[in-house]
Nanobody, 126 residues
Framework: QVQLVESGGGLVQAGGSLRLSCAASGRTFSTYAMAWFRQAPGKEREFVAAISWSAGNTAYANSVKGRFTISRDKAKNTVFLQMNSLKPEDTAVYYC???????????????????WGQGTQVTVSS
């Protein structure tokens, strides 16, 4: 069993930066692919970024490519999402997720992920 706890959300002006953290518990965390998703009011949850268990592979949604960076610290069982050049349309609840299945490609759909955090609110003002 893996438990995920996000932190680092808040209110920021457009153009600003935030760094989200996702702390994981569970001894098998280091073998799981991890991802960030987000959900804005009235919209479906959407993929933001993912990272392989080895941190050798990453994937990003087109809307955040070049602005967001996903990384992980295996020793600290933590995944990060560095968000730069934030826009009002980035406003959403951000969720951390873990995929326990070994795959060739990083999944970008919610149904591929087995464990989810409770979410952290990110609000970008214009």
């Amino acid at each position: 069993q893996v438990q995920l706890v996000e932190s680092g959300g808040g209110l920021v002006q457009a153009g600003g930066s935030l760094r989200l953290s996702c702390a994981a518990s569970g001894r098998t965390f280091s073998t799981y692919a991890m991802a960030w998703f987000r959900q804005a009011p009235g919209k479906e949850r959407e993929f933001v970024a993912a990272i392989s268990w080895s941190a050798g592979n990453t994937a990003y949604a087109n809307s955040v490519k070049g602005r967001f960076t996903i990384s992980r610290d295996k020793a600290k069982n933590t995944v990060f999402l560095q968000m730069n050049s934030l826009k009002p349309e980035d406003t959403a609840v951000y969720y951390c997720a873990a995929d326990r299945t070994v795959r060739t490609l990083l999944p970008v759909t919610t149904r591929a992920y087995d464990y989810w955090g409770q979410g952290t609110q990110v609000t970008v003002s214009s």
